[in-house]
Nanobody, 117 residues
Framework: QVQLVETGGGSVQPGGSLRISCSGS????????MAWYRQAPGNERELVAR??????????YYADFAEGRFTISRDYAENTVILEMNMMRPEDTAVYYC????????WGRGAQVTVSS
């Protein structure tokens, strides 16, 4: 069974840093783009960052709000994708979801991230 599991969510103060990870199992994720999305209460799910498959040379895309603060990375051999978040703001509070592929798009269950003083 193909599965994505996020770990590392939690609480952080404004200006702080947090690292969330996603581990894939049940398939070979090297040929898939992997991404992080987030969804805050009352908002639609939005793309945070994406990293291409192994053939893309690690091409990345960041949403404007993530550019310069967040970094996405992958370990293609271990089927993992990581999101490093720095200079965090209260508006970064959301459930963060790991995703792989496009059609079908595979989703993890999400990890809560809360930024609050």
């Amino acid at each position: 069974q193909v599965q994505l599991v996020e770990t590392g969510g939690g609480s952080v103060q404004p200006g702080g840093s947090l690292r969330i990870s996603c581990s894939g199992s049940g398939g070979d994720f090297k040929m898939l783009a992997m991404a992080w999305y987030r969804q805050a209460p009352g908002n639609e799910r939005e793309l945070v960052a994406r990293m291409g498959n192994i053939g893309s040379g690690g091409a990345t895309y960041y949403a404007d709000f993530a550019e310069g603060r967040f970094t996405i990375s992958r370990d293609y051999a271990e089927n993992t994708v990581i999101l490093e978040m720095n200079m965090m703001r209260p508006e970064d509070t959301a459930v963060y979801y790991c995703s792989a592929g496009i059609s079908p798009q595979i989703w993890g269950r999400g990890a809560q991230v809360t930024v609050s003083s």
